[in-house]
T-cell receptor, first 116, second 106 residues
């Protein structure tokens, strides 16, 4: 069983730039969720993807967008980067079954984004 | 608004002492409750969830709907329990508290 992987591990960008973070879900999982974890805070839900469509979104502006691919991997895109976007970005995969809801989420190691 | 509160940023105990990490939630409906743990240099991982009613690594958590609490307990702390602990709740999206750092001294 392959766990959740994320790339890159670290990234440095400047204000106004755009960034793409990648996540490969655990085998057998069909749902991917993205979280932002600022220093000293708990993970904050950004959005979730299921069947290649956004399936729930937290309190984040539209410049945070995502994709899910047929193999269930996912990307998080952030446009017009701001200094406050500096954080650890976590991806989590899970299995959603209709009528049963979403099972436990399994987290990746995260991508550390620094915006200068 | 949906909210998970962990009032303690840091909890320090000696090995063998009892531990209780507090978690309160504010939710409409009946959320599912979780505890996640993050050991040093490791990824966030599930410790336990209330629906399974398991005891993992000696930890238990009881859901108290009247007090809207889901406190994590262990009767005898071990040094290897030192970690960040996050309480989470979900009806559709998983919301975390700010976390409590548990330090267990020898």
């Amino acid at each position: 069983e392959t766990g959740v992987t994320q790339s890159p591990t670290h990234l440095i960008k400047t204000r106004g730039q755009q960034v793409t973070l990648r996540c490969s879900s655990q085998s057998g999982h069909n749902t991917v969720s993205w979280y932002q974890q600022a220093l000293g805070q708990g993970p904050q839900f950004i959005f979730q993807y299921y069947r290649e469509e956004e399936n729930g979104r937290g309190n984040f502006p539209p410049r945070f967008s995502g994709l899910q691919f047929p193999n269930y991997s996912s990307e998080l895109n952030v446009n017009a980067l701001e200094l406050d976007d500096s954080a650890l970005y976590l991806c989590a995969s899970s299995l959603f079954l209709a009528g049963e809801g979403t099972d436990t989420q399994y987290f990746g190691p995260g991508t550390r984004l620094t915006v200068l | 608004a949906q909210r998970v509160t962990q009032p303690e940023k840091l909890l320090s105990v000696f090995k063998g002492a009892p531990v209780e990490l507090k978690c309160n939630y504010s939710y409409s409906g009946s959320p599912e409750l979780f505890w996640y743990v993050q050991y040093s240099r490791q990824r966030l991982q599930l410790l336990l969830r209330h629906i399974s009613r398991e005891s993992i690594k000696g930890f238990t958590a009881d859901l108290n709907k009247g007090e809207t609490s889901f406190h994590l307990k262990k009767p005898f702390a071990q040094e290897e329990d030192s970690a960040m602990y996050y309480c989470g709740a979900t009806t559709d999206k998983l919301i975390f508290g700010t976390g409590t750092r548990l330090q267990v001294f020898p």
